[in-house]
């Protein structure tokens, strides 16, 4: 006995659309085609068929991998493969899970603690080339001197719209070492004023402040905890990006 297309999918929970896709992917082919009416004609066997897509479907697999396992005479072991990938897949989205439960459950406790809440993203950040100078200080107010030094000996028709500092070492490790920098084009000359280099390109947790010293070492604290949390580690010096009025602290990480 033979089923059109309509009656199959009901019998089969499907839509008929669904089987006319199997159908044009060679997933699901009907069993005969009317050769009058070109209807697809179904037999009751391929009801088996249908149940099996649609529960290694449900388990996660892509219909590639279907049609892979079930066009096979021999079978077995490709589907046994298909499911060990489904489990292994299932086991990475399971631990992806349990992660995320505990970044919210940290974020929720950070929520109700702190002043004001510091959100923070993972952002890839291209190569820059810069004009920059790096020098050992005693106070941080010598890192602006520095900074306003560097933005007078670039030539303002090469400057690019990036500058900032990079943080070497801050007080808290017995010495401040800083490079403030500027983004410069490719014509921009040498100088003894500076350093031409390549600001190299970084995933980076990133946050923003206001600038002022209260808010910037709030902004570090949370950037601090984030990437213990999220288990990464630093991977270069932080650097500090004005934005108009605002600053952008960006901490360069990859995973520990």
């Known amino acids: 006995m033979h089923y059109r297309i309509g009656e199959f999918a009901r019998l089969g929970g499907v839509s008929v ?13 009907p069993a005969a085609v009317d050769p009058r009416t070109q209807y697809r004609l179904y037999v009751a066997r391929q ?4 149940a099996t897509i649609r529960a290694l479907k449900d ?28 489990r292994r897949n299932a086991e990475c989205s399971m631990a992806a899970a349990r992660r995320s439960l505990l970044w ?18 993972l952002q890839q950040r291209s190569a820059i080339r810069v004009a920059s100078v790096r020098a050992r200080v005693n106070s941080y107010g010598e890192i602006g001197q520095l900074e306003c030094d560097l933005q007078r000996a670039v030539v303002p028709e090469l400057a690019g719209g990036l500058q900032g500092v990079l943080w070497h070492r801050c007080a808290t490790s017995g010495s401040i070492e800083g ?9 921009a000359p040498r100088s003894g004023a500076y350093e031409l280099k390549e600001l190299p390109s970084a995933m980076v947790a990133t946050a923003y402040c206001e600038a002022d010293d209260h ?42």
């Open 17 to 29: 659309k669904a089987l006319r896709f199997y159908d044009q992917i060679g997933l699901l082919q």
């Open 104 to 121: 919210i459950d940290d974020a929720l406790d950070e929520s109700m603690e702190a002043e004001r809440e510091v959100p923070v993203v």
């Open 215 to 256: 808010d910037a070492a709030r902004v570090y604290d949370a950037l601090a905890r984030w990437i213990s949390r999220h288990d990464y580690r630093l991977a270069g010096p932080k650097r500090e990006i004005y934005v108009g009025q605002i600053l952008e602290i960006q901490f360069p990480v990859q995973p520990a």
């Open 59 to 86: 388990l996660g697999a892509s219909l590639n991998d279907i049609r892979l396992v079930t066009a096979r005479a021999e079978s077995r072991p490709l589907r046994r493969k298909l499911l060990e990938k489904l």
């Open 179 to 187: 490079e403030p920098f500027v983004q410069v084009s490719q014509r």
């Open 47 to 50: 009801l088996q068929d249908l």
